[in-house]
């Protein structure tokens, strides 16, 4: 079965703070997607990224940044100079390599951003 | 290039009464999945639908039960509802043909009284 992590419930930091949203990830399969995703309080859940199990080159998009070890089983998001705006709840998630692939979520870390 | 769309956005239901969601996909994606995301917690699989055919099943009860039309929309129907059906609703849609990045709509408020 497979199982997403998140330990951190709630992070709040002071606007241009760097902050790591840790992710830990159990499955079986050796092929696998991790995606992140962000939830504003509207309730659409954003598509930020999904990296393939086969792919632990970390990636940087703008401010944000994704570390991915396979040896551990992480997949860590930062922000970097987080902003009021990255205020929500943020998701990893997790899905099988195949074709009527789902998604096993975390319980999702809620940031929150202040002046 | 619309998006997931979702309707309706918000509704409030009494136990024991029936509801339906409905759902448009992303343009060009054919499967449709559903998603119920209880109050602080991450979304759980509710079921997916391809080529007008449920095709997986995550751990509900009958009283869930869906539809995909010709044209990729979706439907959702409980019946009976209870008081923990209370949550939001997400529609994800994905295409089988060009990769495996799931797309979701803002979802549908509901709230059992």
């Known amino acids: 079965a497979q199982k997403v992590t998140q330990a951190q419930t709630e992070i709040s930091v002071v606007e241009k703070e760097d902050v790591t949203l840790d992710c830990v990830y159990e499955?079986?399969?050796?092929?696998?997607?991790l995606f992140w995703y962000k939830q504003p309080p509207s309730g659409e859940l954003v598509f930020l990224i999904r990296r393939n199990s086969f792919d632990e080159q970390n990636e940087i998009s703008g401010r944000y940044s994704w570390n991915f070890q396979k040896s551990t089983s992480s997949f860590n998001f930062t922000i970097t100079a987080s902003q009021v705006v990255d205020s929500a709840v943020y998701f990893c998630?997790?899905?099988?390599?195949?074709?009527?692939?789902?998604?096993?979520f975390g319980k999702g870390t809620m940031l929150l951003v202040s002046p | 290039d619309a998006g997931v769309t979702q309707s309706p956005t918000h509704l409030i239901k009494t136990r024991g009464q029936q509801v339906t969601l409905r759902c448009s996909p992303k343009s060009g994606h054919d499967t449709v999945s559903w998603y119920q995301q209880a109050l602080g917690q991450g979304p759980q699989f509710i079921f997916q639908?391809?080529?007008?055919?449920?095709?997986q099943r995550g751990n509900f009860p009958d009283r869930f039960s869906g539809h995909q039309f010709p044209n990729y929309s979706s439907e959702l129907n409980v019946n009976a509802l209870l008081l923990g059906d209370s949550a939001l609703y997400l529609c994800?849609?994905?295409?089988?043909?060009?990769?495996?990045?799931?797309?979701f709509g803002e979802g549908s408020w509901l709230t059992v009284v």
């Open positions: 639908y391809y080529e007008e055919e449920e095709r």
């Open positions: 998630a997790l899905s099988e390599a195949k074709r009527y692939s789902t998604l096993t």
């Open positions: 994800a849609s994905s295409s089988t043909t060009s990769g495996n990045t799931i797309y």
């Open positions: 499955t079986r399969d050796t092929t696998y997607y």
